[in-house]
């Protein structure tokens, strides 16, 4: 099914990849009234802190807090809980702590959550997208392919009630496969034609992620770097709309 201008742009995550509030402003007044994502990240967070992403929301924009929770599972039960009170729409946990921590954070939104209200969607990072075979296996010391590592990941999400994972979108369509069609992806590494690489190592065009099935694409220097950011973000919303 072909998607309207609405649903392409809520598929598009922008990366707000800057060192304070005041920098990523000129931003977000440029999208103004446009539906889509805005990913808050470490470097933002840490800075702004969580009344700016209480803005984000006052202004109609869907949150994605990317802060990759990795930690005990006390400590990240309290962090889910803190960040769900912000009214986010996601947030993202690391995979690689476990099921019991997972379950933690599952734990941590639910108590949390006013009566009534809806919870954020909570999903697990896998292996990141700057991650290529030779880092995760000498380095990092995780054996075969990263498909394999992510797929187990991504089992190990479902099995503690997360709602989806981080992934790239080359492995999309293994995901759900095996994780069910609901199950939902979110892919970094996402570059219109012609855009730098910059320092992801497994990447796809909108388009061509879109037709991998992937549910959210995170887009960062490509707009936030471009001369006209709203050209850019409409230049690809158009790309998604002319996907069959």
Same mark, same amino acid.
């Given at each position: 099914?072909?998607?309207?201008?609405?649903?392409?742009?809520?598929?598009?995550?922008?990366?707000?990849?800057?060192?304070?509030?005041?920098?990523?402003?000129?931003?977000?007044?440029?999208?103004? &009234?446009?539906?889509?994502?805005?990913?808050?990240?470490?470097?933002?967070?840490?800075?702004?802190?969580? @009344?700016?992403?209480?803005?984000?929301?006052?202004?109609?924009?869907? !949150?994605?807090?990317?802060?990759?929770?990795?930690?005990?599972?006390?400590?990240?039960?309290? &962090?889910?809980?803190? !960040?769900?009170?912000?009214? /986010?729409?996601?947030?993202?946990?690391?995979?690689?702590?476990?099921?019991?921590?997972?379950?933690?954070?599952?734990?941590?939104?639910?108590?949390?959550?006013?009566?009534?209200?809806?919870?954020?969607?909570?999903?697990?990072?896998?292996?990141?997208?700057?991650?290529?075979?030779?880092?995760?296996?000498?380095?990092?010391?995780?054996?075969?392919?990263?498909?394999?590592?992510? #797929?187990?990941?991504?089992?190990?999400?479902?099995?503690?009630?997360?709602?989806?994972?981080?992934?790239?979108?080359?492995? !999309?369509? =293994? #995901?759900?496969?095996?994780?069910?069609?609901?199950?939902?992806?979110?892919?970094?590494? #996402?570059?219109?034609?012609?855009?730098?690489?910059?320092?992801?190592?497994?990447?796809?065009?909108?388009?061509?992620?879109?037709?991998?099935?992937?549910?959210?694409? !995170?887009? &960062?220097?490509?707009?936030? =770097? @471009?001369?006209?950011?709203?050209?850019?973000?409409?230049? /690809?919303?158009?790309?998604?709309?002319?996907?069959?």
């Amino acid at each position: 099914m072909k998607l309207t201008s609405e649903q392409a742009a809520k598929r598009i995550m922008v990366a707000l990849d800057y060192p304070d509030a005041a920098a990523a402003e000129r931003l977000i007044e440029e999208l103004k &009234g446009i539906p889509c994502y805005m990913k808050v990240g470490l470097q933002l967070f840490y800075a702004a802190g969580p @009344s700016f992403v209480e803005s984000l929301k006052k202004r109609g924009y869907y !949150v994605f807090l990317d802060v990759k929770m990795h930690d005990i599972p006390n400590t990240v039960k309290g &962090g889910a809980s803190s !960040v769900t009170k912000l009214g /986010i729409d996601m947030f993202n946990v690391h995979a690689g702590g476990g099921t019991a921590m997972m379950e933690a954070a599952m734990e941590g939104v639910q108590a949390a959550l006013p009566n009534g209200s809806t919870a954020p969607a909570v999903i697990a990072v896998t292996q990141l997208t700057s991650t290529s075979v030779s880092v995760m296996n000498e380095q990092i010391g995780i054996p075969g392919p990263v498909e394999e590592s992510v #797929i187990r990941y991504a089992k190990l999400a479902r099995t503690a009630g997360l709602q989806g994972v981080v992934a790239s979108p080359s492995e !999309v369509v =293994a #995901i759900k496969s095996v994780c069910g069609g609901n199950f939902v992806t979110v892919t970094p590494g #996402i570059r219109p034609a012609g855009s730098d690489v910059g320092d992801q190592s497994r990447i796809m065009t909108p388009g061509e992620a879109l037709r991998q099935g992937t549910d959210y694409m !995170v887009i &960062g220097r490509p707009i936030t =770097a @471009s001369p006209e950011p709203r050209a850019a973000i409409e230049s /690809i919303i158009e790309e998604l709309i002319a996907v069959d």
